[in-house]
């Protein structure tokens, strides 16, 4: 899932991750997406919390999704160094988060389009990102 983001923005400095979502990302860090998965009702949950959000269950176990989704929503950030997407997916287990599709022009992202997930590995630290899928199938 490795690469790297080339668009304007990419390298932004992350917060330091200090509460359930250290987890997310200690493991982006080492080139994995997990999410949580709650053991009392089964649903995934994004972003990380010390309770499930459907049933308010603790027993929470980390999972890796299969990194397909589909774009929800775009909208293009346009700026003098370059443009580039922010988007909200919806993960194949259920969440949706907000991320970028890369790997295509920003203006050729749409509603729908079926997206995998990657890890970017840039110097500000690791970011998920999406480039598109042709069949999710």
Not at 54 to 59: D, I, K, L, P
Request: hydrophobic content about 40%; overall charge negative; glycine content about 8%.
């Amino acid at each position: 899932m490795a690469g790297s983001a080339t668009e304007p923005g990419a390298n932004a400095k992350q917060a330091q991750a200090l509460g359930a979502d250290a987890r997310y990302f200690a493991a982006l860090a080492e080139n994995r997406f997990e999410i949580p998965q709650c053991d009392t009702c089964g649903r995934h949950h994004f972003f990380p919390r010390v309770l499930c959000p459907h049933c308010g269950s603790e027993a929470l176990n980390w999972t890796v999704p299969s990194g397909r989704g589909i774009v929800y929503s775009t909208t293009v950030v346009r700026r003098p160094e370059g443009d580039y997407t922010v988007c909200l997916i919806d993960l194949a287990e259920g969440p949706r988060l907000m991320s970028r599709v890369v790997e295509i022009a920003p203006d050729a992202v749409h509603i729908g389009m079926a997206v995998q997930a990657r890890i970017d590995i840039l110097e500000a630290g690791p970011l998920l990102v999406f480039k598109p899928l042709e069949d999710l199938a």
